[in-house]
C-alpha cells in the first residue's frame, strides 16, 4: 500500500513562509486525488487545500486563498504546500491525504508552529 511522508514543518515567526513536502512511496499518487488537512489543539481536522485526481483542479480554504499554493511534482512523485504571510492561526499538525479507487491514505503530519 502506498505510504505518505510529510516534511517541511517546523517553527517560523508570522509573516514567515515555510514548502511543506508530501512524498508518496509509489507512482499511483501520480492518479490521486491529494489534500492537505490541517489539524489544531482542540479543533476539528479542516481541510486546506487540495488536487483533483486529474491535477487540474484546485482548491482552498478561504482561510489561506491568496497565501497558500498547493502544487505537484509527478516525477518525484511528491506534492507541495506552499505557506506565506503565516499567522499564528496557521499553528496546526498538517496532513496529506491521498485518495484513489484502491484506497484513502494519510501521511503521519508534521508539526507548523507560527510564533513570535
Known amino acids: 500500500q502506498v505510504q505518505l511522508v510529510e516534511s517541511g514543518g517546523g517553527l517560523v515567526q508570522p509573516g514567515g513562509s515555510l514548502r511543506l513536502s508530501c512524498a508518496a512511496s509509489?507512482?499511483?499518487?501520480?492518479?490521486?486525488?491529494i489534500t492537505w488537512y490541517r489539524q489544531a489543539p482542540g479543533k476539528e481536522r479542516e481541510l486546506v487545500a487540495g488536487?483533483?485526481?486529474?491535477?487540474?483542479?484546485?482548491n482552498y480554504a478561504d482561510s489561506v486563498k491568496g497565501r497558500f499554493t498547493i502544487s505537484r511534482d509527478n516525477a518525484k512523485n511528491t506534492v507541495y504546500l506552499q505557506m506565506n504571510l503565516l499567522k499564528p492561526e496557521d499553528t496546526a499538525v498538517y496532513y496529506c491525504?491521498?485518495?484513489?479507487?484502491?484506497?484513502?491514505?494519510w501521511g503521519q503530519g508534521t508539526q507548523v508552529t507560527v510564533s513570535s
Open positions: 491525504r491521498a485518495v484513489t479507487r484502491e484506497y484513502v491514505v
Open positions: 509509489e507512482s499511483s499518487f501520480r492518479s490521486a486525488a
Open positions: 488536487f483533483s485526481s486529474t491535477g487540474l483542479n484546485t
